[in-house]
């Protein structure tokens, strides 16, 4: 009787252990935190294993790991669509040294929002440390539906500031108007001396 016990609850354990396994294989905290661990470590192949073919990708234009355009406003967006263009900007980050630091995460539903930081070497040249934000995705059945990192507004202005262009020197516009100056001053009293002189002569 109780080897018969032992064995109908192993069989149970045995069943209920695929079930187990694919629920945290699908659970979309666990289904972000791994996709973002990949793409940090630079695994580009198992970051695309948990994407789905329709899936977007919305971020900063100045995270993309991609030159900005000199026209292009720091808050502006780049949106990424479909599998291969995905992994073109998997690739990107890749590239650029991206990383993405998470912190806590909640899950309402297929919907998991994260507080991030962001950083890579394409930021660092341009003077900017990491950007803080929020992260949203959406995870339906263990793949991601929809990625989309939001900067804070703390993060917006420190793009904004690396993109304002260098003022000019403060001295520039002064000595420029002071060359004028000091021209009309000598013409003036060239003028004045050439009277001058021939008034002289003139009484002479």
């Given at each position: 009787?109780?080897?018969?016990?032992?064995?109908?609850?192993?069989?149970i354990?045995?069943?209920?252990?695929?079930?187990?396994?694919?629920?945290?294989?699908?659970?979309?905290?666990?289904?972000?935190?791994?996709?973002?661990?990949?793409?940090?470590?630079?695994?580009?192949?198992?970051?695309?294993?948990?994407?789905?073919?329709?899936?977007?990708?919305?971020?900063?234009?100045?995270?993309?790991?991609?030159?900005?355009?000199?026209?292009?406003?720091?808050?502006?967006?780049a949106?990424?669509?479909?599998?291969?263009?995905?992994?073109?900007?998997?690739?990107?980050?890749?590239?650029?040294?991206?990383?993405?630091?998470?912190g806590?995460?909640?899950?309402?539903?297929?919907?998991?929002?994260?507080?991030?930081s962001?950083?890579?070497?394409?930021?660092?040249?341009?003077?900017?440390?990491?950007?803080?934000?929020?992260?949203?995705?959406?995870?339906?059945?263990?793949?991601?539906?929809?990625?989309?990192?939001?900067?804070?507004?703390?993060?917006?202005?420190?793009?904004?500031?690396?993109?304002?262009?260098?003022?000019?020197?403060?001295?520039?516009?002064?000595?420029?108007?002071?060359?004028?100056?000091?021209?009309?001053?000598?013409?003036?009293?060239?003028?004045?001396?050439?009277?001058?002189?021939?008034?002289?002569?003139?009484?002479?």
């Amino acid at each position: 009787m109780v080897t018969r016990i032992i064995l109908v609850t192993a069989l149970i354990a045995l069943l209920a252990l695929p079930v187990a396994v694919f629920a945290q294989e699908t659970d979309p905290v666990t289904v972000t935190e791994g996709f973002v661990t990949s793409v940090n470590e630079g695994d580009v192949a198992a970051a695309g294993d948990v994407v789905a073919e329709d899936a977007t990708v919305t971020v900063p234009e100045a995270t993309t790991g991609e030159e900005m355009e000199e026209e292009a406003e720091p808050e502006a967006e780049a949106e990424y669509s479909g599998s291969a263009e995905i992994e073109a900007w998997l690739d990107a980050q890749v590239a650029a040294g991206a990383e993405t630091t998470v912190g806590e995460c909640t899950a309402a539903g297929e919907v998991v929002t994260c507080d991030v930081s962001y950083t890579s070497e394409a930021l660092n040249a341009m003077g900017v440390g990491a950007l803080a934000g929020e992260l949203q995705v959406v995870v339906v059945e263990g793949q991601i539906q929809a990625y989309d990192f939001i900067p804070s507004a703390e993060a917006v202005a420190m793009l904004q500031s690396a993109a304002a262009p260098a003022a000019l020197p403060a001295t520039g516009g002064t000595t420029q108007a002071t060359t004028y100056m000091l021209l009309a001053v000598l013409g003036l009293f060239l003028l004045l001396a050439g009277t001058s002189v021939r008034a002289f002569r003139r009484s002479v």
